[in-house]
């Protein structure tokens, strides 16, 4: 399964999901996207930069999303709900720090829009996106990590069949707060 589009940049569908890097014309659906999940991600992210909701911020971003993910270094996608509409922004799936060598891991992080919580869409777009990292970047370990009392984080990992490795103290600073984080992995075996 080739999941890369014309410019070899990742595409992954689902039935009701895209997942992809945005492009200059999805930037306003990018902003709108974390103008109206502000208050809800706060108490689980860390804080942005000044200039975060700027489209001259993401412009660079998103280059350097790209340039990550054909370095070989991360994959940062959006996920894109399919709708009659056509395609609306309503989260994220990172897979960052990405080791080759003997380790072949990564870091992965999450998020979603407080509307679309508790519809599985999350659950969706991560087995998908794992699937990839899995199968076609051949990785062999995905690490996540989740503050102790964020039960839905803890719920969907476990789902996923992510095993809890231990406890890191200060682990993050969220909202201005060294935060506690549980320490999760799910491992590959075929690779």
């Not at 070899?8 to 689902?14: A, F, I, K």
């Not at 799936?93 to 990564?106: D, K, P, W």
């Amino acid at each position: 399964m080739n999941s890369l589009n014309q410019d070899g940049l990742p595409e992954l569908e689902s039935l009701r999901l895209l997942l992809k890097i945005p492009m200059e014309d999805d930037i306003d659906q990018v902003i709108a996207f974390f103008d109206r999940n502000k208050d809800f991600l706060k108490s689980t992210s860390p804080t942005p930069a000044i200039d975060f909701n700027t489209r001259s911020y993401w412009e660079s971003t998103l280059s350097d999303n790209r340039i990550g993910f054909r370095g070989g270094r991360s994959v940062k996608l959006f996920i894109f709900y399919k709708t009659k509409q056509g395609l609306a922004i309503i989260g994220e799936v990172n897979f960052s720090q990405i080791f080759r060598g003997v380790f072949l891991a990564c870091k992965l992080g999450y998020k979603i829009d407080r509307e679309y919580q508790g519809k599985g869409l999350m659950k969706e777009a991560l087995q998908r996106s794992i699937q990839f990292c899995f199968e076609e970047l051949k990785l062999h370990r995905i690490e996540a990590n989740y503050m102790p009392n964020n039960d839905r984080s803890a719920g969907i990992l476990h789902s996923l069949g992510f095993t809890i490795e231990g406890k890191a103290k200060n682990y993050l600073k969220i909202n201005g707060k060294w935060e506690d984080h549980i320490l999760t992995s799910l491992c590959n075996d075929l690779v």
